[in-house]
Each structure stands twice: as structure tokens, then as C-alpha cells.
């Protein structure tokens, strides 16, 4: 399955293909013409699929050689694009040749960083291995580091000359990755697609995922496609794929990251923000209910035991994209459709009611 991507500056395709690794090295030779490439993956991923995919580039006709990072988000930092500058520069990387980067979420953001400001720019491919990353962060141009500051602090837009999704890489993830993955998905089913809403509507668990991943992982990217092509810098329709984020970063922030993922904060946020709305008349009622099955069946929680509203509400009012008096917040019409409203910072603290 392939879906184009059209923006002022830059076309590019994303191709969903099962079993897409096998012949990488003719997808990387119909992109770019023989030249040096480095990917850039992490440790896991490295053992997982590094040398098929080096194999195969090499075969293609590449000169191709791989650093692998330590993997999780401790890597997404400054130091550790350094020492990737580094090692492209040992390698004698030029601005004709290209970056592949291979893995998940965090090595996704970080190697484009890299590779979006290496030299100033030099070209580079997404191969998305978590469902995260093939749903999400490997669509649409953001890259970024973390400080010790903030997460995300330090970044770029720059897109990719191409994405390469096998969900077959999902068999060997594991069970709590594949379920924070779903919350995006779900998230994307609720604020754009009521077709996938009801597709997902049809399946078992997140297991049973795999058996459709081509048809969910392509209706994400296109809910992603559209948002991006409309809004490529993130200043108005995208903001509707932030359904339950901002409530979901204040409790990744109180709870500890790493202690809860991601995708289960967003789905907490989700219910959350649902569960009063409803209350407040801002979403019309039953959506509460429905979200709550959804998640439910992927094993992703609902809920948080100690819900402590002052420490949340201090948390939101504290990330960096809520600075200022007022906070946008995404509010669903009905089950794919969703639209963004402007509160103020007190009328937060209502959908933080538990
Ligand atoms: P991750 O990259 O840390 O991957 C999770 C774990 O799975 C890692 O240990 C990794 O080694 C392992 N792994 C990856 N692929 C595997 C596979 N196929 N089989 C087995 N193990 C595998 O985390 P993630 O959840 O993919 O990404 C999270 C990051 O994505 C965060 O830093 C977040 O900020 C970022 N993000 C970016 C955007 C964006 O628009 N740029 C959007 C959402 C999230
Ligand atoms: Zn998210």
C-alpha cells in the first residue's frame, strides 16, 4: 500500500508492505542513487534486523555501514547526536550521501534530528519499527532531542525523501509497546476516521491487530497525511491529533516517565478529558462509554488509581505548550470528528475533575 505525501517543499511516498524489509535494498536504490549511507538504529533493532537491512543495502550497491544508540528515551538527547556527528563525519558523510534510520519512536526523532542538521541537511529515509512509529512519529516531519529541561526542547521540521513500514517488525515487539502503540490509534480513529473506528470496532485484541496491521497502519498514516499536508508546522489542524495529550503529558510527568508509556498516558488523558466534557456538555454523551470498550480490549488502562488534581493541573500548566492564559484543547463532535476549542487555564482545571 502506498501513500503519497505532498507538501510545498517536498513529495514523498510511504510504503505499507508486509514483509517490505526483504527488498529494502531495491526501495533504497529506486529512492537514491549509489552513494555512502549510514543508518542510525538502536541496540535492539540493530540485533532484530540490522544486518538483513545492511545486507540488502549493500547489495544494492550502497557503500553502508551502521551505529547503533543505547536504546529508550535516555538517548534523545544532545550528547548522544554528538557522538552520531561524529561517526558520520569519521565516515566522511557529504551531503550527497544519506541517513536510514531504523527503529522506533526515539531513534526516529533523534537520527532526523541528526541528519536535518548534519552538514545543514543531508538526505534521509524513516524505517518505522515500533507501531508508535509506523502510526505516528515517523509521519510528518518533526525531529527533536531532549534537554534537561524539557523533553522535545530542541528540534526541527524535516521530512524524509521516503518511509518504508513492514509491519511485520511488530511480531517481535513487546505486548506493551504494541498496546501504547493502539492508543494512537485509537486517538486517530476518534478525532478523523469513524471507518477505522469501526474496523477496530471488529477486533479481538491488540494481538488480532496483526492480522490487519496493512489496513490500520495505512488509515493512521493517512489521518497523519492529511493533518500534515494541511498544517505542516503545527499551528492549527494538526493540534487535533493532541485528543487526550495534554492531560496525557501531565500525568507522564507526575507518574514518572517510563513508569507509565506514552500511549497509556494518552489513553488515561483520553478518558479523562471524555469523562468530563460529557459532564460539562462540551461533548455530547456515550462517547465516555465508547472509548472506554475500545481501550479496554487493547489492555490499555482507563483510569489512574490516585488521581491528584492540583499536582496534574501544576504539571499542565508548566509544559511548554500551554505557556500563556489560554490552552487549546481537542473535544470530539462524535466519533471521527473532532474540533479544537480555546479555554482558559481555570477552565482546565474542570476536565481534571476526577
Ligand atoms: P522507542 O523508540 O524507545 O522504542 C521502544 C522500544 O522498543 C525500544 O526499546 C526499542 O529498542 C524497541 N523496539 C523498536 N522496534 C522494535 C521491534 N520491531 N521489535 C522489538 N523491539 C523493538 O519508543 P517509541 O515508543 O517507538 O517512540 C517514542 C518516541 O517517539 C518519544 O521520544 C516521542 O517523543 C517520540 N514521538 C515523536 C513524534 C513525532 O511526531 N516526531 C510523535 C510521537 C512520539
Ligand atoms: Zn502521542
Known sequence: MKLSVTLPNKNYDLLIEKGGLTHVGTWVKSLWKPQQIVIISDDNVENLYGEQVEKAIREAGFEVSLIAV??????????????????????????????IILGGGVVGDLGAFVASTYMRGIHFLQIPTTLLAQVDSSI????????????????????????????NTLLT?????LQ??????????????????????????????????????FACCKVKRNVVEEDEFDTGIRLILNFGHTIGHAIE???????????????????????????LGTMPSGLLNELESMLTKFHLPIHLEEWEEDKLFEA???????????????????????????ISIEEMKNYLEK
Open 173 to 177: 515487539l513487546e505486548d506493551r509497546r
Open 316 to 342: 499542565l500548566t508548566h509544559d511548554k505548550k500551554t505557556r500563556g492564559d489560554s490552552i487549546h484543547i481537542i473535544l470530539l463532535e462524535k466519533i471521527g470528528k473532532a474540533k479544537i476549542e480555546t
Open 140 to 167: 510528518g516531519g518533526k525531529t527533536a532531542v531532549n534537554t534537561s529541561v524539557a523533553k522535545n526542547l530542541v528540534g526541527t521540521f524535516a521530512q524524509p525523501d521516503g518511509v518504508l513500514i513492514d509491519p
Open 70 to 99: 543505547k536504546p529508550g528515551e535516555t538517548s534523545k538527547n544532545l550528547a548522544t547526536a554528538e557522538k552520531i556527528y561524529h561517526y558520520l563525519a569519521e565516515c566522511g558523510m557529504t551531503r550527497k550521501d544519506g541517513v
Open 253 to 279: 510527568q507526575t507518574q514518572g516517565f517510563g513508569v507509565i508509556t506514552h500511549g497509556e498516558a494518552v489513553a488515561i488523558g483520553m478518558c479523562q478529558l471524555t469523562k468530563n466534557a460529557e459532564k
Open 180 to 217: 501504547e502503540g493502539m492508543a494512537e490509534v485509537v486517538k486517530a480513529a476518534a478525532v478523523a476516521d469513524k471507518e477505522l473506528w469501526d474496523l477496530l470496532s471488529t477486533i479481538k485484541d491488540e494481538k488480532d491487530i496483526l492480522n490487519y496491521s496493512e489496513e490500520i497502519i
